[in-house]
């Protein structure tokens, strides 16, 4: 069985704050990819990012970071220097290797809501 | 540049009416899935299928059918709508397997059933 468990409902900051999106996870695979994905209020899923078991180095992405953490089942997402266009849900989701990894497991989802 | 198309984007049925949520890709993606995202509960896979002909349950499969005739089109078919089929339903596809490449979503069909 596997599990996605994002604890945050709903975050509420002020535009230029950082704030972090927990998620962490359950799986008895050893192999096994970790996602984030954004939805806009227009309600389509947008892609953020996809990261294997395997790799546990941190990454950058412009004002986005993720944090890997398999000590403590955890795949962190923070924002730095919030702003308003990044209000939206954010999904953490998670693929193992006993799906034949044809499936995605998503997490609850935590609304952020960034204002001016 | 079309991508997911999913028709039709709201509807309302009655309890009891069947009814099919079209899906259609034009990128020649293998890989197929249906989600319902309930309000603060987040996805939840029903149906997926990896190729033309071949379908397989996801989590939530039950008061639901699919088809996969063309690696195109994925429809998804309620037969006896209740009121708990209520939800915005997403069709997603890939090439690859999720692990190899990012999915790529519709933009959902919000369902009422009362």
């Known amino acids: 069985a596997q599990k996605v468990t994002q604890a945050q409902t709903e975050i509420s900051v002020v535009e230029k704050e950082d704030v972090t999106l927990d998620c962490v996870y359950e799986?008895?695979?050893?192999?096994?990819?970790l996602f984030w994905y954004k939805q806009p209020p227009s309600g389509e899923l947008v892609f953020l990012i996809r990261r294997n078991s395997f790799d546990e180095q941190n990454e950058i992405s412009g004002r986005y970071s993720w944090n890997f953490q398999k000590s403590t089942s955890s795949f962190n997402f923070t924002i730095t220097a919030s702003q308003v266009v990044d209000s939206a849900v954010y999904f953490c989701a998670l693929s193992e290797a006993g799906s034949g990894y044809s499936t995605l497991t998503f997490g609850k989802g935590t609304m952020l809501l960034v204002s001016p | 540049n079309a991508g997911v198309t999913q028709t039709p984007k709201f509807r309302i049925l009655k309890i009891g009416q069947s009814m099919t949520l079209q899906c259609a890709q034009d990128m020649n993606h293998n890989y197929m899935y249906w989600y319902r995202q309930d309000p603060g509960m987040g996805l939840k896979l029903i149906y997926y299928?990896?190729?033309?002909?071949?379908?397989d349950k996801g989590e939530v499969p039950n008061g639901y059918n699919v088809s996969r005739s063309t690696t195109e089109d994925f429809p998804l078919r309620l037969e006896l709508a209740a009121p708990s089929q209520t939800s915005v339903y997403f069709c997603a596809s890939s090439y690859f397997p999720v692990t190899d490449e990012k999915l790529f979503f519709g933009s959902g069909t919000q369902l009422s059933v009362l």
């Open positions: 799986t008895r695979d050893t192999t096994y990819y």
């Open positions: 299928s990896v190729g033309a002909g071949i379908t």
